[in-house]
């Protein structure tokens, strides 16, 4: 896993923008403080609560979902309640955990645990909220040069889960793209909408190559923008010398005409054994 430490994931988020989500499910609460760290920290190989929040009322789990909900993440959910209930220590608070998803309508989820228990979580439908129109959104403000609000950048650093057509992927690199080049976020919204993307990163790329430079990019390490760029177009002039040397052109013709040192075309041709 890519090193955006666990600890650091919503480090600088301040009660505000994360009363954003509360806007998004419809909860109000005069408190609400962040958590997340707490649980993750007990076993993060295992349980990986996306994000934890300590309302007035309640604890609350906030998990992100891009299929529907069945008896597996059922089981998975209610652990993160038990174990969130069993650590956190002098509190009367009710444990809760509620899913964001657009694979399936809003709706109460009851898991039959035994014949004297049922746990019971809410699914949040963002199936109301249309991907396109809030990356034209977004892109309309930059062009502009208007302000975009919070609720928005937290809207667009969910368009990867809520776009229901597209491949996951392809939406995780524009949102990506395009947060990085936002100048002048300020430091509490830009933690939480890049630690939602660090998640949605994490949950759904499956490449740990090309997971971890992009966690990399969202936790800080803004270096790793040339990295990447730099390993895109290598993997861009590997493809085509490979090609060059399937239709039977030499080695040194290649690295000449091409301007690659011959040292990597053999080591190509060497790779794919051609």
Known sequence: MSQFQ???IFKN???EDARILLDIIGKKSKKVKIWTKELRL???????PDII???????????FQSTKVGKRHHRRFHVYVAITDYNVENHDKEVNLCVFTTAEESKLITYHVNQYNDFKYDVISLSDYGSEEIINNINYKIEHNEEITGKELVLFSLVPIIEKEGEI???I????????G???LASSIQALVFG???LIVDKFVENENTRNILQDLLGGRMSMVHEYGERKKNNEQERIVRNQLKSGMRPEIIASTADIPLSRVQAIKRKYNL
Do not use: H, Q, R, S
Request: hydrophobic share 50%; proline share 2%.
């Open 169 to 171: 992927e392809d939406y």
């Open 53 to 63: 929040l300590e309302l007035d009322d309640e604890i609350l789990i906030i998990e």
């Open 182 to 184: 936002l100048k002048d």
């Open 42 to 48: 007990l076993d993060p190989a295992a349980f990986k």
């Open 13 to 15: 988020v301040g009660e």
């Open 173 to 180: 690199f524009e949102v990506i793209n395009t947060l990085i």
């Open 6 to 8: 666990e600890d650091m």
């Open 196 to 198: 939602i993307e660090w």
